[in-house]
């Protein structure tokens, strides 16, 4: 019972480098979404999804991208790395009602 | 705007003692309030969730939250902590403008640490 996988779990980027951080579920859970942690702020959410087909922005979105092409997966799309994204970045998802369950994370540092 | 706060950075308390960790919310309408924990290079695991009824709710490993709408507040209780216990604690509340979307409001965090 695998749950929210999210690969990797540690990068490094230059600054202007691009990379595509992956989640997929086994659940079959309808909603995603994408936060990122840093210290002493809490998490933040970037973007969401209510279903295949449908994205859209949280609190933070600039500097990122989404698709969501099927259930099971929510790729989140970084084009031009700057120092500020240096996060921990989270995949959640859940059906309607019930609680949020969340990958281990991806660790990313820009430099 | 919807917000939630937790006052304290940290807690230490001592195995065996009780444990209680602090959060205070502001969200129009009826709130739904969840507590997650986070062990370290871990993601967020929940603990318990108050939707309405009961203002005491039990959750997992031995912790309960109380919830008084008065005071604004959904404290986190441990009647006898563990040196386990130790991790990062989230509250949360739903933004009421979502009902279709489950997004969730996160706090500060708080790090409990237990010594033993």
């Known amino acids: 019972n695998a749950g929210v996988t999210q690969t990797p779990k540690f990068r490094i980027l230059k600054i202007g480098q691009s990379m595509t951080l992956q989640c997929t579920q086994d659940?079959?859970?309808?909603?995603m979404y994408w936060y990122r942690q840093d210290p002493g702020m809490g998490l933040k959410l970037i973007y969401y999804?209510?279903?295949?087909?449908?994205?859209d922005k949280g609190e933070v979105p600039n500097g990122y991208n989404v698709s969501r092409s099927t259930t099971e997966d929510f790729p989140l799309r970084l084009e031009l790395a700057a120092p500020s994204q240096t996060s921990v970045y989270f995949c959640?998802?859940?059906?309607?009602?019930?609680?949020?369950?969340f990958g281990n994370g991806t660790r990313l540092t820009v430099t | 705007a919807q917000s939630v706060a937790q006052p304290e950075d940290q807690v230490n308390v001592a195995e065996g003692n009780p444990l209680t960790v602090k959060c205070t919310y502001s969200v129009s309408g009826n709130p739904y309030l969840f507590w997650y924990v986070q062990y370290p290079n871990r993601g967020l695991q929940f603990l318990l969730k108050?939707?309405?009824?009961?203002?005491l709710v039990k959750g997992s490993y031995g912790f309960e939250a109380e919830f008084n709408k008065s005071q604004t507040s959904f404290h986190l209780k441990k009647p006898s902590a563990l040196v386990s216990d130790s991790a990062l604690y989230f509250c949360a509340v739903r933004d009421p403008g979502s009902s279709n979307t489950g997004k969730l409001i996160f706090g500060q965090g708080t790090t409990l640490q237990v010594k033993p």
């Open positions: 999804s209510v279903g295949a087909g449908i994205t």
């Open positions: 959640a998802s859940s059906q309607q009602g019930s609680p949020l369950h």
């Open positions: 108050y939707i309405t009824g009961d203002n």
């Open positions: 659940m079959n859970h309808n909603y």
